[in-house]
């Protein structure tokens, strides 16, 4: 067996071992397409030989990373992907999704699997085909930005660090001033969940808030709120984008999916919320 051939069955070894989600269908790692050996027709002067197959199509990770918009083709065959790969039919709420040519990461929870919870997904696109090469729970030992470097060699350093890797849980800060819009965020936050439900699943938890401050002193924030399920329903999280103005909090519900942040954020905080 080749050196080249060893070397692309340890990165898909390396990926089945890392990239494993407890308590979902096991991930297929799909093979790399190889190209078909070839054979050199034979003449009075050269023995009949073979071509040795090729080595995996390589990957292009290079170039800008860019996160697909909402609705997007790409996206959602991206996401169709993920519920392959994970097993399950639910949407998702998307927390981070990015993308460099033909290698993928997101950051995604199923919003009716609660088995599933929140998932780190990575993506490879052959043939002009997307296909999720593995999945597990985000905020584990293996969803870490050196556990992926491992696991992901031919993915870039660059798409690897996009990944926020600590937003397992809401952000804190030892900041006063930070801590009491963090506060003041997570308040107007459940009061617009119960505007929007109409009171319906009560009470509600604030699972992500997240606040930034713009370069010219304006406070903006990125807030997800679960409602409580009742007897009948499981509720979707809904996500708020939110301005701090006036002394108080103004802002809108998005879809569990929204569009770019972009359409909402200066671009002074967009990084600064994991967005």
Known sequence: MSARRVAALSVVALLAASLLLPGCVKPTIKPAATTPSTVVPTNTTTTQSSVEPSTTTPLNATGPITTPASGSAERKTLLEAARTELGITSQFYVYQLF????????????LTDSKTGRVFIAW????????????????????????????????????????????????????????????????AAKAWGKTAMEGKGTPYKVTLVKVAKDSSGVWWGHAVVQPSPDANNSYEPLNMWAKYSGGKWSGSIQDPEPPAASTYFPNSVISKLGL
């Open 124 to 187: 490879e696109k052959r043939d002009d085909t997307w296909s999720a090469i593995g999945a597990t729970k985000f905020g584990t030992a293996a969803a870490t930005e050196a556990s992926t470097a491992r696991a992901l060699p031919s993915f870039s350093s660059e798409l690897i660090s996009k990944i926020d890797w600590k937003l397992a849980k809401p952000t804190t800060s030892t900041s006063a001033s930070t801590s009491s819009m963090l506060a003041s965020l997570s308040t």
């Open 99 to 110: 993308v460099q040519g033909d290698t993928a990461l997101g950051d995604l929870e199923a």
